[in-house]
């Protein structure tokens, strides 16, 4: 029996298999590709010709490579000046420093936190705070939460200056430990819980001034059959 083709035509122009199958096939990702350099030619810089004319000395040294008739009228390309400037993200009027948001994305979705300050980024600074329902000092974007009408007074919580986008910023040395694909994870800085149980005792002396509000703060959100996050007043 004579050798079949392994792709075999369906249709006329239509193949069997598709040109990646095939390949896989034919294991041609196990062979080695074998390339050799081409020689790299050598050319001169300049060249003599011969000039017609008893007067024109008869050789002349002229460039090996002619001159373009045409050339840009600027060598160097200049970058086009902008007159825009960065302008902070506009906060909505009904987030305010002390009210109380339910977070919509990310690993404490469902939870409540409350609004501290809006950074320079434009994102928003929360915490639950961490004691009562686990959530930490991070940022968030206003797109991501649900504002609702209870509201702290934070006149008497301090946020240090030191809450910044850089505050949260991960160090170079625990970039590359992820690429790498080191298993060991690093030990939580002793600063930060520091920072988070600070900010924790105070919030936690305002919550306790409000009836329930420490069981409403620990409550997890979530929608029930027929209802609507738009129909609902928070």
């Known amino acids: 029996m004579s050798h079949a083709p392994r792709n075999s035509f369906i249709a006329p122009g239509v193949s069997r298999y598709s040109r990646s199958v095939a390949y896989s096939k034919k294991a041609l990702y196990k062979r080695q590709k074998s390339t050799v ?11 003599t010709v011969e000039v017609k004319g008893a ?5 002349r040294t002229v460039p090996a490579q002619k001159a373009p008739r045409f050339y840009p009228a600027e060598d160097v390309p200049q970058p086009k000046v ?3 400037t960065a302008k902070k993200t506009a906060l909505r009027s009904t987030i305010t420093p002390g009210t109380v948001v339910i977070l919509l994305a990310g690993r404490y979705r469902g939870k409540r936190a409350v609004v501290l300050k809006q950074l320079d980024s434009g994102l928003l600074l929360v915490t639950g705070p961490f004691k009562i329902n ?6 968030v974007n206003q797109a991501y939460v649900i504002a609702t009408s209870t509201k702290l007074d934070l006149s008497n919580v301090k946020v240090d200056e030191k809450f910044n986008d850089a505050y949260f910023k991960k160090s170079a040395k625990t970039e ?8 060991k994870k690093a030990a939580f800085p002793e600063s930060k819980a520091a920072d988070q149980k600070a900010i924790d005792k105070a919030l936690l002396e305002v919550v306790v001034k409000t009836p329930f509000l420490r069981q409403y703060l620990s409550s997890t959100f979530g929608l029930r059959k027929g209802q609507f996050p738009h129909d609902l007043k928070f």
């Not at 350099?37 to 060249?47: F, M, Y």
């Not at 686990?134 to 940022?139: A, Q």
Request: glycine share 12%; proline share 6%.
């Open 37 to 47: 350099a081409a020689p790299v030619k050598e050319t001169a810089a300049e060249k």
């Open 82 to 84: 902008s007159r825009k």
């Open 55 to 59: 007067k024109n000395g008869g050789k």
């Open 176 to 183: 590359k430990a992820f690429l790498e694909g080191e298993q």
């Open 134 to 139: 686990g959530v930490p000092l991070r940022r």
